[in-house]
Every structure is written in C-alpha cells, then in structure tokens.
C-alpha cells in the first residue's frame, strides 16, 4: 500500500515563502509522476502542479505559474512544491498525489493515491 505524507505547511504573510514536502513509501516511487493539488474551503479540490517520474517535465496551473515550483528526489521519494510570493488567495489544503503511470496528469481521476493534506494560510 503507499503512503504519501506532506509536511511544510503553515501560516505566511502575503509575499512569504513556503516549501511543501511528500514523503512516499510502497511502490517504486521512480516510477510515477506525481502531483500536488489544493481545496480551499467550500471549493473543489484543483490542480497546481505536477512532474514526471524522471522529474524532466513539469506542469502548472496558471494560476500559479512563476511563483510555484514542483520537484522532486528520487533518492529520497520525496516530492517539493516551493511556493514563492504566497498570495491570500493560495489559502488551502493541499495534497500530493501519485499518478497512475509515469506522466504529469492534471486531472484527479489519474492518481490514485493522496495524502491527507497539509494547510496553507496566507494573511494579507
């Protein structure tokens, strides 16, 4: 079974910095692309960003596009998302993700493990 686990969340002022952290573990974490997604209270949840399995490619939403930066260590299984410049709007839980196979998906329905989530506040 896998288990994906964030951590890095927490409280900034808008313009701070934040990095998020996964920790995956049961399957070959190299074999996978993975994602990170967010839910803002009473909003669905929505993509922000993913990267491949080899961590040569990489999407983003534009909404957070040149603020955001996905990464990843395969040697550690562990996936990054660095959030600069944090605006209130960024508010949310946000969850990593594992896809279904070795590509960038940005769609919910082609990861098929989550982890619980990690909140994100950003005060103006």
């Known amino acids: 079974q896998v288990q994906l686990v964030e951590s890095g969340g927490g409280l900034v002022q808008a313009g701070g910095s934040l990095r998020l952290s996964c920790a995956a573990s049961?399957?070959?974490?190299?074999?996978?692309?993975m994602g990170w997604f967010r839910q803002a209270q009473g909003k669905e949840r929505e993509f922000v960003a993913a990267?491949?399995?080899?961590?040569?490619?990489?999407y983003y939403a534009d909404s957070v596009k040149g603020r955001f930066t996905i990464s990843r260590d395969n040697a550690k299984n562990t996936v990054y998302l660095q959030m600069n410049s944090l605006k209130p709007e960024d508010t949310a839980v946000y969850y990593c993700?594992?896809?279904?196979?070795?590509?960038?998906?940005?769609?919910?329905?082609?990861?098929?493990?989550w982890g619980q989530g990690t909140q994100v506040s950003v005060s103006s």
């Open positions: 993700a594992q896809s279904r196979s070795t590509w960038m998906p940005t769609i919910l329905d082609d990861y098929n493990y």
């Open positions: 990267i491949t399995e080899s961590g040569g490619g990489t």
């Open positions: 049961g399957r070959t974490f190299s074999r996978y692309g």
